[in-house]
Nanobody, 123 residues
Framework: QAQLVESGGGSVQAGDSLRLSCVVS????????LGWFREAPGKERSLVAT????????FYPDSVKGRFTISRDNAKRTAYLQMTSLQPQDTAVYYC????????????????WGQGTQVTVSS
């Protein structure tokens, strides 16, 4: 059974930066897309970044484009989400997820999820 473990969340001030990490166990295999999602109270879980299996292709919604950067180190089986210029509206639980597809933007295609890490941004 594949496992994903996130770390790096915390409480910061508006304008600060945080880097989230996600370690993926070997149970998922070697080729898979990775995504970061977030869920704020009362809102649906939504995609904030995704990276293809080889790290070459990435996608960001407009809400985080230019501020967030996703990357992966396949040798370490680790994904990262570098978040800069954080704003209060970025406050949410952030989840790392893995898909058996090599590339996908669809939440339904992500079968493996971490437990989430809280990010709180105060003004």
């Amino acid at each position: 059974q594949a496992q994903l473990v996130e770390s790096g969340g915390g409480s910061v001030q508006a304008g600060d930066s945080l880097r989230l990490s996600c370690v993926v166990s070997e149970g998922i295999g070697r080729v898979y897309a990775l995504g970061w999602f977030r869920e704020a109270p009362g809102k649906e879980r939504s995609l904030v970044a995704t990276v293809g299996w080889d790290g070459r292709k990435t996608f960001y919604p407009d809400s985080v484009k230019g501020r967030f950067t996703i990357s992966r180190d396949n040798a370490k089986r680790t994904a990262y989400l570098q978040m800069t210029s954080l704003q209060p509206q970025d406050t949410a639980v952030y989840y790392c997820a893995a898909s058996r597809f090599t590339w996908t933007l669809r939440k339904i295609d992500y079968s493996y999820w971490g437990q989430g890490t809280q990010v709180t941004v105060s003004s």
